[in-house]
């Protein structure tokens, strides 16, 4: 399992931003991929996670502003953000969603900063 998230970045409260998350590995096909954050100070959250058959889930708190989609062909899911607010600010990973395992591998996130 290799994951490279990207396409972070520094941005005002309202702009918008697009993730990329390349997998490497045979899961990513037969995995719910989910989009998790780590703010300052806060634990990891998951914000959005979509199954293999496309169907999606947001914590409330980014539900209407941000959509998670994943093109299986390239391994990638993405995370398209709108209306960003200060606080959004976290580090973006992505990874599985498999109830009831704690993941031990995250790879590298990547920083998202939204200034009021």
């Known amino acids: 399992v290799q994951l490279q998230a990207s396409g972070g970045g520094l941005v005002q409260a309202g702009g918008s931003l697009r993730l990329s998350c390349a997998a490497s590995g045979d899961f990513f096909r037969v995995s719910v991929m989910g989009w998790y954050r780590r703010a300052p100070g806060k634990q990891r959250e998951l914000v959005a996670s979509i199954t293999i058959d496309e169907r999606t889930n947001y914590a409330d708190s980014v539900k209407g502003r941000f959509t998670i989609s994943r093109d299986n062909a390239k391994k990638t899911v993405y995370l398209e953000m709108n209306n960003l607010k200060p606080e959004d600010t976290a580090v973006y990973y992505c990874?599985?969603?498999?109830?009831?395992?704690?993941?031990?591998?995250w790879g590298q996130g990547t920083q998202v900063t939204v200034s009021s």
């Open positions: 990874n599985r969603v498999r109830m009831g395992v704690q993941e031990t591998y």
